[in-house]
């Protein structure tokens, strides 16, 4: 059984301490916005995205090639959209 609110820690962590600060703040920003509104099976997602490396998650995000294929679920969406803004 999935503890929901241990996944939660571990999802803000994993995507605020990512290894390049560029990835580490659109990640963190991206999991703060929508962290308290997503079901368990997008949390699950969520924790699947955070396991792709930073190339292919930048790459991703901006519309470049990427060495893998990304799902068709709501968190891919929802990242893909996500409109970062540095503060």
Do not use: H
């Not at 990512?18 to 999991?31: H, P, S, V, W, Y």
């Not at 308290?36 to 490396?53: A, E, G, P, Q, Y």
């Not at 090639?65 to 996500?82: A, G």
């Amino acid at each position: 059984m999935i503890n929901i609110d241990e996944l939660k820690k571990k999802i803000i962590y994993r995507s605020n301490y990512r290894g390049t600060k560029e990835m580490d703040n659109l990640l963190g920003a991206f999991t703060k916005k929508y962290i308290n509104s997503l079901s368990k099976n997008d949390l699950i997602d969520l924790d699947k995205l955070l396991n792709v490396d930073d190339t292919n998650l930048y790459n991703f995000y901006n519309g470049l090639k990427t060495d893998i294929d990304f799902p068709k679920n709501n968190i891919s969406l929802l990242y893909k959209n996500f409109e970062y803004s540095k503060k």
